[in-house]
């Protein structure tokens, strides 16, 4: 349970809110998400290695008996009203209440059901800060609702039909990571994620004396979303160009070409640029693998080694990362106690992830936050997190 949630007052707030009914009110939960390794490889059928944090959006959610579907939120004013043929269509302006629409609209596709509801949420996940607040809310309402209406959807399609109302009602391009993560998300493991074949397999991560400290830069990512479709069309576009090459004809993503491969045929790109690119996503597919290995020996220093060369490659490669995540890469990269540190999610502003040894977290969080502000004018945020479970009711 997030430390600020209350259960017994989110009901209660819920009931002073929605007229009275004789129906349940479920409340359900679904988490952030981290990624410990394997940035914008997703979207290039490489592995990735993300998992859920204990930071949480909750909604309450109850049937009603007409067709009207009533929205409100705890944390923005405001309240939202909608018959059910208004709501599945597609809205002028995105907003976060598109992310809902979109999802209603996928999940019953054309069968629309007759009663509507009443349904309050609340988050204490940064918003739009790379950790995945989005995929948080389109899973926790995708899963609501098909518990709601008895739709017994897999999670596996649940997590489709986020990621399509994410692509289709907020035009943001996104890989499956997150939906995914959010979705399948289990205590004290990540998923090591095969993007291509659409399955997971869950690694134990043992941190021992240290702690996953979340670092929010509150930069605002302003540009992500557009830099995030450009590389994608430069990947795509790198692709063609090496499935030109007749021994790499059959690789239907950048992440199937062998690195020594890549190396002998890189001079087709003929760009710097698209090079580069080419060469973060083949070398972090690698350095996944090798997490998993270490990690799995229990050796968290060469983990933390390799969060940092990927910094490093997001930052020289497919240059995602900008002022305010690199400052704080290199302070923390600086600092005695922090063995390993990277930016996590889409970049250009958001958050980074650190590997702090426990004894130390409040002094880690004084020195890089004033190191920070001194160089960005910004303060940064820090929140020590575990690794928590994918969406779910709370009873
Ligand atoms: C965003 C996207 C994901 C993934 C990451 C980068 O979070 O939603 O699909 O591409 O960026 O790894």
Redesign the pocket.
């Known amino acids: 349970m997030h430390a600020d949630f209350k259960h017994t007052d989110f009901l209660n707030d819920f009931i002073a809110r929605f007229k009275n009914s004789t129906e349940k009110i479920h409340v359900f939960r679904s988490p952030a998400r981290i990624?410990l390794i394997?940035?914008?490889?997703?979207?290039n059928g490489g592995k990735?290695f993300p998992a859920a944090i204990d930071r949480y959006l909750s909604m309450a959610i109850r049937l009603r008996d007409d067709d009207t579907i009533n929205i409100q939120n705890q944390d923005i004013q405001g309240s939202w009203s909608f018959t059910i043929p208004q709501f599945h269509e597609k809205p002028s302006e995105a907003s976060w209440i598109s992310y809902l629409r979109g999802v209603f609209h996928y999940l019953f596709n054309g069968k629309w059901p007759d009663r509507g509801f009443d349904a309050l949420f609340t988050s204490n996940v940064p918003m739009g800060a790379?950790v995945?607040s989005s995929?948080a809310l389109e899973l926790c309402f995708a899963y609501g609702l098909s518990w709601l209406y008895k739709l017994e959807i897999p999670r596996l399609d649940l997590v489709h039909i986020s990621r399509k109302a994410e692509h289709e009602y907020a035009g943001?391009h996104?890989?499956?990571?997150?939906q995914y993560a959010v979705a399948f998300g289990k205590a004290e493991h990540a998923l090591l994620l095969d993007t291509s074949a659409c399955t997971h397999t869950y690694a134990p991560v043992k941190l021992g004396d240290y702690v996953i400290m979340l670092i929010n830069t509150n930069k605002p990512r302003s540009l992500a979303d557009s830099k995030?479709n450009e590389r994608l069309e430069e990947c795509q576009k790198a692709l063609t160009l090496l499935r030109t090459i007749p021994t790499l004809s059959q690789c239907q993503n950048l992440c199937d070409i062998p690195p020594d491969q890549f190396e002998q045929h890189k001079a087709i790109l003929n760009n710097a640029n698209l090079e580069r690119r080419v060469r973060h996503c083949i070398y972090e597919n690698q350095r996944v693998l090798a997490s998993v290995d270490v990690l799995n020996k229990g050796d968290l220093k060469a983990f933390g080694k390799l969060l940092i060369e990927s910094h490093i490659s997001l930052r020289e490669n497919y240059e995602v990362t900008g002022l305010h995540l690199d400052t704080i890469f290199e302070s923390a990269r600086s600092y005695a106690d922090c063995i390993g540190v990277r930016m996590t999610?889409?970049?250009f502003g958001g958050c980074a992830i650190a590997l702090i040894k426990k004894t130390a977290l409040d002094d880690f969080a004084r020195t890089v936050g004033s190191d920070y502000k001194s160089k960005t004018g910004l303060e940064a945020t820090f929140y020590p997190v575990t690794i928590g479970e994918g969406v779910h009711e709370l009873e």
């Not at 394997?38 to 979207?43: Q, T």
């Not at 996104?174 to 997150?178: E, F, H, R, T």
């Open positions: 990624n394997g940035e914008h490889i997703d979207y990735v790379g995945s995929a943001v996104c890989g499956i990571m997150d995030y999610g889409a970049g």
